[in-house]
């Protein structure tokens, strides 16, 4: 056995490929070139050349219009009444200019290339990547003929339409940042100051907690041990679908729990704001504002389900894992004379998301 071994070692090491077994044969597919160059409508009339520049600026001009459209539907249409018509129609308007600003300049674009830049093609030759002294020329001098074959340079009225038009599809993007805050009015000058708007909710002392989305006043004796409840405050449902609706539901929306009194140690919770072993904090997370709506009753942990921020109900809602970088914002309840869950105050600190001016 050991002999066959060494005997088929000694084949492998001994044998060398034979040069006829490797034949150099032709290409059996032939580099057919580049088909013959056929000439465009625009190459041989100059009056149809004339007409496709006249083309091109004239979609870079609507692209402008467009634009401009766009901005002015904003300030035209505003959505501050919270009705849905109006929502609808500023939506409608300003989608409308910014998608005929986007749609024209790359017709445009489209366009002068098809139409008005030149068709030849060219052949480069594959060389090594290496850089070399003549590469910087070559790279200006392709610049250079791209240019001139463009008609870039020389053709003002498609270089300063684009320009335009390019400098204007950005601008409704930026109008559009203006809707990120409401507007201030002379009543309430705070009204457009995001950080004054995040510190106060609709929370207010005898405020009642009411079930969402019934509206319905909650017991004590009604919330059931290892229960969590979505909350709304009562007189939420005194503003309909007027302004703010929306807004101030999502501010004041509140998880309410109840737990076994021995749950809540006194060094880790403020009992004050407790009755009888239930508690009620804010539902909206305080890493990016996603809902924190999943509790587990035998840990009494609370997890938000967009980035696993996970809080502890029995120590004051703090953080014991993921990205959220405070505890959940506590609502201080009690209960008034008929039995039923009220607030004690709003919120002692912002709801939401962290940020810098919290504090």
Same mark, same amino acid.
């Given at each position: 056995?050991?002999?066959?071994?060494?005997?088929?070692?000694?084949?492998?090491?001994?044998?060398?490929?034979?040069?006829?077994?490797?034949?150099?044969?032709?290409?059996?597919?032939?580099?057919?070139?580049?088909?013959?160059?056929?000439?465009?409508?625009?190459?041989?009339?100059?009056?149809?050349?004339?007409?496709?520049?006249?083309?091109?600026?004239?979609?870079?001009?609507?692209?402008?219009?467009?634009?401009?459209?766009?901005?002015?539907?904003?300030?035209?249409?505003?959505?501050?009444?919270?009705?849905?018509?109006?929502?609808?129609?500023?939506? &409608?308007?300003?989608?409308?200019?910014?998608?005929?600003?986007?749609?024209? &300049?790359?017709?445009?674009?489209?366009?002068?290339?098809?139409?008005?830049?030149?068709?030849?093609?060219?052949?480069?030759?594959?060389?090594?990547?290496?850089?070399?002294?003549?590469?910087?020329?070559?790279?200006?001098?392709?610049?250079?003929?791209?240019?001139?074959?463009?008609?870039?340079?020389?053709?003002?009225?498609?270089?300063?339409?684009?320009?335009?038009?390019?400098?204007?599809?950005?601008?409704?993007?930026?109008?559009?940042?203006?809707?990120?805050?409401?507007?201030?009015?002379?009543?309430?000058?705070?009204?457009?100051?995001?950080?004054? &708007?995040?510190?106060?909710?609709?929370?207010?002392?005898?405020?009642?907690?009411?079930?969402?989305?019934?509206?319905?006043?909650?017991?004590?004796?009604?919330?059931?041990?290892?229960?969590?409840?979505?909350?709304?405050?009562?007189? &939420?449902?005194?503003?309909?679908?007027?302004?703010?609706?929306?807004?101030?539901?999502?501010?004041?929306?509140?998880?309410?729990?109840?737990?076994?009194?021995?749950?809540?140690?006194?060094?880790?919770?403020?009992?004050?704001?407790?009755?009888?072993?239930?508690?009620?904090?804010?539902?909206?997370?305080?890493?990016?504002?996603?809902?924190?709506?999943?509790?587990?009753?035998?840990?009494?942990?609370?997890?938000?389900?967009?980035?696993?921020?996970?809080?502890?109900?029995?120590?004051?809602?703090?953080?014991?894992?993921?990205?959220?970088?405070?505890?959940?914002?506590?609502?201080?309840?009690?209960?008034?004379?008929?039995?039923?869950?009220?607030?004690?105050?709003?919120?002692?600190?912002?709801?939401?998301?962290?940020?810098?001016?919290?504090?």
């Amino acid at each position: 056995m050991a002999h066959e071994e060494d005997a088929l070692e000694h084949e492998r090491a001994s044998w060398k490929p034979s040069p006829g077994l490797a034949v150099a044969v032709p290409d059996p597919v032939q580099n057919p070139g580049l088909p013959p160059h056929r000439a465009r409508m625009t190459d041989k009339d100059p009056a149809a050349m004339a007409r496709a520049v006249r083309t091109v600026y004239t979609l870079f001009y609507l692209s402008l219009a467009g634009s401009i459209w766009a901005i002015a539907a904003y300030m035209l249409f505003p959505i501050e009444s919270g009705r849905i018509v109006d929502i609808r129609n500023n939506n &409608l308007f300003i989608g409308l200019g910014i998608g005929l600003a986007l749609l024209a &300049l790359g017709l445009g674009a489209i366009h002068w290339t098809k139409a008005v830049m030149s068709d030849k093609e060219f052949i480069e030759a594959r060389h090594a990547t290496r850089g070399r002294d003549t590469t910087r020329e070559g790279a200006v001098q392709a610049f250079r003929d791209a240019n001139e074959e463009s008609g870039f340079g020389r053709r003002t009225a498609i270089r300063g339409s684009l320009i335009a038009a390019l400098a204007a599809s950005i601008l409704p993007g930026i109008t559009l940042f203006r809707g990120l805050a409401p507007h201030s009015t002379d009543a309430n000058p705070e009204l457009g100051d995001p950080v004054a &708007l995040l510190k106060q909710t609709m929370w207010k002392e005898g405020e009642r907690l009411a079930h969402d989305p019934s509206g319905e006043p909650i017991r004590a004796a009604d919330v059931t041990l290892g229960s969590a409840v979505h909350v709304i405050p009562e007189s &939420l449902a005194e503003l309909g679908h007027s302004e703010g609706y929306l807004e101030e539901k999502a501010k004041a929306i509140v998880l309410l729990m109840r737990l076994l009194p021995e749950d809540l140690p006194a060094e880790h919770n403020n009992l004050d704001w407790a009755y009888d072993g239930i508690v009620a904090y804010s539902k909206v997370c305080t890493h990016v504002g996603c809902p924190v709506a999943l509790y587990e009753q035998q840990t009494h942990h609370l997890l938000c389900p967009c980035h696993q921020s996970q809080f502890d109900v029995s120590r004051s809602a703090a953080v014991i894992f993921g990205p959220a970088a405070r505890p959940l914002p506590q609502l201080p309840i009690t209960v008034d004379a008929e039995g039923y869950l009220v607030a004690k105050s709003d919120f002692t600190e912002p709801v939401g998301p962290s940020f810098w001016e919290r504090h």
